[in-house]
Nanobody
Framework: QVQLVESGGGLVQPGGSLRLSCVAS????????MGWYRQVPGKQRELVAN???????NYAESAKGRFTISRDNAKNTVNLQMNNLKPEDTAVYYC??????????????WGQGTQVTVSS
């Protein structure tokens, strides 16, 4: 069974940095678009950043200039480097990855979520 395992969340003070990682495991033939989303209570889940298989990226306006998304297909990994964190970045962060598991099956998979708390 394909699973996405996230790591790197935690408590950090405003202005600090965190690096989130998401590793996909299982029977994987290839990886499509990969992204990070976040959600806070009472609000819908929102896109933070994604990166396509050709390396093209896009970011939420709030993340531009502070966050950097990257991927390593050989390691089935997507990372999110978060700098200059702000209290409003506090949320549960989820990775989502589009995976080709057979030549005829391509589905999106979600990680379990990791808590990021930015507080003094």
């Amino acid at each position: 069974q394909v699973q996405l395992v996230e790591s790197g969340g935690g408590l950090v003070q405003p202005g600090g940095s965190l690096r989130l990682s998401c590793v996909a495991s299982g029977s994987i033939l290839s990886i499509g678009i990969m992204g990070w989303y976040r959600q806070v209570p009472g609000k819908q889940r929102e896109l933070v950043a994604n990166i396509d298989s050709d390396g093209s990226t896009n970011y939420a306006e709030s993340a531009k200039g502070r966050f950097t998304i990257s991927r390593d297909n050989a390691k089935n990994t997507v990372n999110l480097q978060m700098n200059n964190l702000k209290p409003e970045d506090t949320a549960v962060y989820y990775c989502k990855t589009r995976l080709l598991t057979t030549w005829f099956i391509r589905d999106d998979y979600w990680g379990q979520g990791t808590q990021v708390t930015v507080s003094s």
